[in-house]
C-alpha cells in the first residue's frame, strides 16, 4: 500500500527547485516554495528504497546565474557517489535510515574519568599485507573488540565515518554529513559496530568535522555565500586549508536563522539519536573559531542523549585550556604539548623540569580537572613513538624499554590517556603523507616475543589506570626532583586513600642505592610492576632505578 512521503530541500534564496528520482522515472516533480525557506513536495510511494535528488536553480557564484544545477540531497542518510544520487527507504509507510534493532543501549558504561581511549581509522585498523582478505570495514573491527576489550579500551575514537569522496582517505573533507562512509559498509553495520562496543561497556566517539566541506559538497552547489565564507576561504595559515569553511556569523534575518547554526546543530543531534554515540571529537576548533557556536552545539549533543555519559573533546592544535569547562564551549582539549614534551625525553634529547611537570600536571597550564585534557604519545596526524625513536638511533631493546616508559607517562599522568591504534604493541610504520594511501596496522608484530611483552606491559598499566581511583584523580604532587640525574619523582592520590607514586629515571645510567627523602607515607608500600614488597624508612627510599624506566609504588 501506498503512502504520502514528503522531500524537502532548505533553499531560502533560490528561485527554483523540482525533484527527480527512480520512483518518477528520473522525470521531474516541481517543487513548491514555502515561506520559511523550504521547497516541499510529496509523493505515494511503496515501500521499498528508491533513488533521488534535486535539481536547483542555483545561486552558488561559480555557476552562472539561476543555471539548473543537480544536486544530492544535503540531509540524505545513504549516498551512492558513482551514481549522484541520494537514497531513500521507506519501511511500513515512513522514512527510514535502516531496520537495525539496537540490542545493547541498557549496559553501563563508564564515567568520563575512567576513559582510556582508543583512535581508530575503520580503513586501516583490519586486515594488512599479509591477511588476503581485503578488511578494512566496519565489521571487520566489530571481530577485534575483544581484543581491545582484553588490552583495557574503554572508548573507541573513530576517525571520520561521514561519507567522503573515494573509497580511502583519513575523512577530514566530508561530503555528506547524514551519510556513513559506504566503503566502511551499510549503516547497519555501523549501527552494529556501536551496539557491539556497547556490548562490551566500551564507548564510542565519532570525529565532528565542522569547520569545514568537500568542494562538491550539496551546500556549496546550491548556494555558497548562504552556508559559508564569501571572503575568508583562505585563512592566514594557507597550510591549514582544508576546504569552503561554514560561516557561523551569517545571520538570515528574515527567516531568524543562522544556516550554517542550523545545518550543522541538525548533524549533531542527528548522529547522536540515529547512532547512540557517546562523544564528538571537534575537529579544527582553531580554525572553526566560534566559541558561542561551539557552546551552543555542545549543548545539542548532550541533550540529545539519554541518560548516558557524553564528552565533547576540542582538538585545537597548540592546545588550550580556554577552549575547556567552565571558561571554554568544551569538556576537553586534545593535549598537544603532552605529546610534543615527552617525546624528546623518551628520545633523550633533554630533560627540562618545568616542561614535563606542565603536561603530566596540566593545571600548570591552565586546565581545571582531569577530564579536560586527552594526553597521547602519538595520533594519527604524529609520528608514531617507534619511527620517533628510530629517527634518534634508538631501536631493538633499548626502543622497547623507553616505549614502556612513555606508557607509564601516559597512564599515570593527571589526564585522559589515549592510544593511537598499534601503538600498544610497537608498531612503527611512518605517518601517512598522503592520506589517501592505505596505512595497515601490522598485525603480525603481536607474534615477536617483544611486541607481545609490550602489549602485556600496557594491559598490566590500564588496569591500574581504571581500577585505582588515584589515577583518575585531579591530585598530583612533584616531591623529588634532580636535575643532575634526570630523575622525576611524583605522587598521586584520591580522597577515600587510594596511593600512587611513580619514579622516573630519563638518563642512560644505572642509578644504585639512589636516595629519594620526603617518600609519601603508607601503611605499605608495593613495586607494582616487581609485584614486590617496598620497605620505606623513616628517611625515604633507597632504590635502584635502570636507565630510561620507570617505578610504580602502590599503598
Known amino acids: 500500500m501506498a503512502s504520502v512521503i514528503e522531500f524537502s530541500l532548505f533553499a531560502p534564496r533560490n528561485k527554483k527547485a523540482a525533484l527527480i528520482g527512480s520512483f518518477s522515472d528520473w522525470q521531474e516533480t516541481p517543487m513548491q516554495k514555502t515561506e520559511n525557506g523550504y521547497f ?20 552558488s557564484p561559480n555557476f552562472s546565474p539561476d543555471e539548473w544545477v543537480d544536486v544530492i540531497d544535503p540531509y540524505a542518510t545513504d549516498v551512492d557517489e558513482q551514481q549522484k544520487v541520494g537514497l531513500v527507504r521507506i519501511k511500513n509507510g515512513k522514512r527510514i535510515v535502516d531496520s537495525y534493532s539496537w540490542q545493547y543501549d541498557d549496559i553501563p558504561l ?18 594488512g599485507e599479509v591477511d588476503r582478505e581485503k578488511r578494512g570495514q566496519y565489521l571487520d573491527a566489530i571481530e577485534k573488540l575483544d581484543y581491545l576489550q582484553e588490552l583495557g579500551i574503554n572508548a573507541v ?7 567522503y569522496p573515494g573509497d580511502y582517505s583519513w575523512g577530514y573533507k566530508v561530503r555528506h554529513f547524514f551519510a556513513t562512509e559506504s566503503s566502511y559498509g551499510s549503516t547497519e553495520d555501523l549501527k552494529r559496530l556501536i551496539d557491539q562496543c556497547h556490548r562490551r561497556g566500551i564507548r564510542v566517539f565519532m570525529d565532528g568535522i565542522y569547520n569545514h566541506t568537500d568542494e562538491e559538497c550539496p551546500l556549496m552547489l546550491i548556494d555558497r555565500n548562504y552556508w559559508y565564507y564569501e571572503h575568508m576561504h583562505y585563512p592566514e595559515d594557507p597550510a591549514n586549508y582544508w576546504g569552503p569553511e561554514f ?27 540515529e547512532y547512540h554515540i557517546d562523544g564528538i571529537r571537534f575537529d579544527a576548533v582553531r580554525q572553526l573559531a566560534n566559541f558561542e557556536f561551539l557552546h551552543w552545539l555542545a549543548s545539542q549533543a548532550k541533550k540529545n542523549t539519554v541518560a548516558k555519559p557524553f564528552y565533547n573533546i576540542a582538538e585545537h592544535i597548540p592546545d588550550t585550556s580556554n577552549v575547556t569547562t567552565p571558561e571554554g564551549p568544551l569538556d576537553a582539549c586534545w593535549h598537544e604539548s603532552f605529546h610534543y614534551f615527552v617525546i624528546p625525553h623518551i628520545c633523550g634529547e633533554k630533560f627540562e623540569l618545568d616542561h614535563l611537570k606542565q603536561v603530566l600536571d596540566p593545571r600548570q597550564q591552565g586546565y581545571k580537572t582531569a577530564t579536560n585534557v586527552i594526553n597521547y604519545l602519538a595520533t594519527h596526524d604524529r609520528e608514531r613513538l617507534f619511527r620517533e625513536l628510530g629517527n634518534q638511533g634508538i631501536f631493538d631493546e633499548a626502543a622497547f624499554t623507553r616505549a614502556k616508559l612513555a606508557a607509564v607517562l601516559l597512564m599515570t599522568a593527571m589526564g585522559i590517556p589515549m592510544l593511537w591504534m598499534g601503538e600498544e604493541f610497537g608498531e612503527h610504520k611512518r605517518k601517512s603523507e598522503n592520506v589517501t594511501q592505505p596505512k595497515k596496522i601490522a598485525w603480525p608484530l603481536l607474534e615477536k616475543p617483544e611486541n607481545q611483552d609490550l602489549f602485556e606491559y600496557y594491559k598490566k598499566l590500564i588496569v591500574l589506570r581504571k581500577h585505582n581511583p588515584a589515577l583518575q584523580s585531579d591530585n598530583i604532587e612533584f616531591f623529588h626532583e634532580d636535575a643532575q640525574a634526570r630523575l622525576l619523582a611524583y605522587f598521586r592520590w584520591d580522597n577515600q586513600g587510594s596511593q600512587v607514586v611513580v619514579v622516573v629515571n630519563f638518563s642512560d645510567h644505572n642509578l644504585t642505592g639512589y636516595h629519594i627523602p620526603n617518600f609519601p607515607s603508607a601503611e605499605h608500600w608495593q613495586d607494582w610492576l616487581a609485584n614486590t614488597q617496598v620497605e620505606v624508612g623513616k628517611d625515604g627510599l633507597v632504590a635502584n632505578f635502570q636507565p630510561y624506566t620507570a617505578k610504580i609504588f602502590v599503598s
Do not use: S
Open 40 to 59: 516541499c513536495t510529496q509523493l505515494k510511494l511503496e515501500d521499498g528504497i528508491y533513488q533521488y535528488k534535486f535539481r536547483v536553480q542555483t545561486q
Open 110 to 127: 563508564p564515567e568520563n574519568d575512567e576513559l582510556v581511549i582508543y583512535e581508530m581509522h575503520v580503513a586501516d585498523f583490519t586486515g
Open 157 to 163: 575514537e573513530l576517525m571520520p565515518v561521514n561519507e
Open 247 to 273: 560561516n557561523y556569523d551569517n545571520y538570515d534575518e528574515k527567516l531568524d536563522v543562522k544556516p550554517a547554526w542550523k545545518y550543522v546543530g541538525d548533524v549533531v543531534r542527528f548522529w547522536v539519536q
